[in-house]
């Protein structure tokens, strides 16, 4: 069974850098898939931030004007979200998802809420 | 850069009723659609894949169907676990895109 568990700061400070990592258990990211970042503002909807695959090509959600990164360590059997220049507006609840065939979601971390506040 | 529109925002209905919910993309997606349930406080759940497909361990009361613009998620038969908030996600393949629509809050009547 795949599970992914997100870690990273709960708080970060106005115009600053945010980076979450998400681990991934019961499947190799080596070997196949894309994986994915969505987040989800309190009380609000999904918003895909963007998918990498494990041979490091990415895409992204092109409404959020590049302030995103996402890279992979397959030695680490892991995946990362890198956001600059960070508002109260990127406040939100941030999983990870592996993105199967790769047209769906099929298993979920749990989520780390990161709130964006001086 | 496709939209997914989805309908109503709200339904209230009663446990044992039929669902139908409602999903619209503003161009075509083929069969690349996706249904999700969302309970409070936990991550989306997949249920139905490329349109018409259960995932696994889903049960026979939820079924997709439509392909191109409209699709269409339906319970047959509401239990009280149904009651939550049901999203449609679809993928392009160039420029690879993920879109998720704005989702549809089953609430008990």
């Known amino acids: 069974q795949v599970q992914l568990q997100e870690s990273g700061p709960g708080l970060v400070q106005p115009s600053e850098s945010l980076s979450l990592t998400c681990v991934v258990s019961g499947s190799s990211i080596a070997t196949g898939h894309y994986w994915g970042w969505i987040r989800q503002p309190p009380g609000m909807g999904l918003e895909w931030i963007g998918s990498?695959?494990?041979?490091?090509?990415?895409y992204s959600n092109p409404s959020l004007k590049s302030r995103f990164t996402i890279s992979v360590d397959t030695s680490r059997n892991q995946f990362s979200l890198k956001l600059t220049s960070v508002t109260a507006a990127d406040t939100a609840l941030y999983r990870c998802?592996?993105?199967?065939?790769?047209?769906?979601?099929?298993?979920w971390g749990r989520g780390i809420l990161v709130t964006v506040s001086s | 850069e496709i939209v997914l529109t989805q309908s109503p925002a709200t339904l209230s209905l009663s446990p044992g009723e039929r669902a139908t919910l409602s999903c619209r993309a503003s161009?075509?997606?083929?069969?690349?659609l996706a249904w999700y349930q969302q309970k409070l406080g936990q991550a989306p759940r997949l249920l139905i894949y490329d349109a018409s497909n259960r995932a696994p361990g889903i049960p026979a009361r939820f079924s997709g169907s439509g392909s191109g613009t409209d699709f269409t998620l339906a319970i047959s038969s509401l239990e009280p676990e149904d009651f939550a908030v049901y999203y449609c996600q679809q993928r392009t393949s160039w420029p690879p895109r993920v879109t998720f629509g704005p989702g549809t809050r089953v609430d008990i009547k």
């Open positions: 990498v695959y494990h041979s490091g090509n990415t």
């Open positions: 998802a592996r993105q199967y065939s790769p047209n769906y979601f099929d298993s």
């Open positions: 161009q075509s997606v083929g069969t690349y």
